[in-house]
């Protein structure tokens, strides 16, 4: 989708600060990071939200859910929150579906997940 930013993040067509990438998915900084450490899960398809995922994404959904697994290990979260967005009600500002990883707040003092 030209319009959409996550689209040309994934596309590389504007910048972002990659940790990971697989063929489907790509995994960057938020830019107005809500957490010590907070990363954007994004699929490579251009799904709106949650909301428009159907049952031949759920294949996608589940590696997006195991890409943000392995990349709280590589950025050594030992407790980590995920967060899906969903419609402008929920938070969701970017219509281009990602899952938020929020971490490396003190231990025993876990942030809000308002993000
Ligand atoms: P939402 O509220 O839609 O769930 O979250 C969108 C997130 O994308 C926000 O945390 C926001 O800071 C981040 N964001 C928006 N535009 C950009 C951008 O151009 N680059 C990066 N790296 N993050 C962005
Ligand atoms: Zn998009």
Do not use: R
Not at 13 to 20: G, K, N, R
Not at 87 to 105: C, M, N, P, S
Request: hydrophobic share 40%; aromatic share 6%; proline share 4%.
């Amino acid at each position: 989708m030209d319009s959409c930013i996550f689209c040309k993040i994934a596309a590389k067509q504007d910048p972002a600060e990659i940790l990971m990438e697989s063929d489907s998915v790509v995994v960057f900084k938020d830019i107005y990071p809500s957490a010590p450490v907070h990363y954007l899960v994004v699929s490579k398809k251009h799904i709106p939200s949650i909301k428009e995922v159907s049952h031949e994404d759920e294949a996608l959904i589940g590696h997006l859910i195991h890409t943000a697994k392995d990349s709280a290990e590589k950025l050594g979260l030992s407790g980590y929150k995920l967060v899906f967005n969903v419609g402008k009600e929920g938070g969701q500002i970017v219509d281009h579906i990602h899952l938020h990883i929020l971490g490396g707040w003190a231990k025993n003092k876990p942030g809000s997940i308002n993000v």
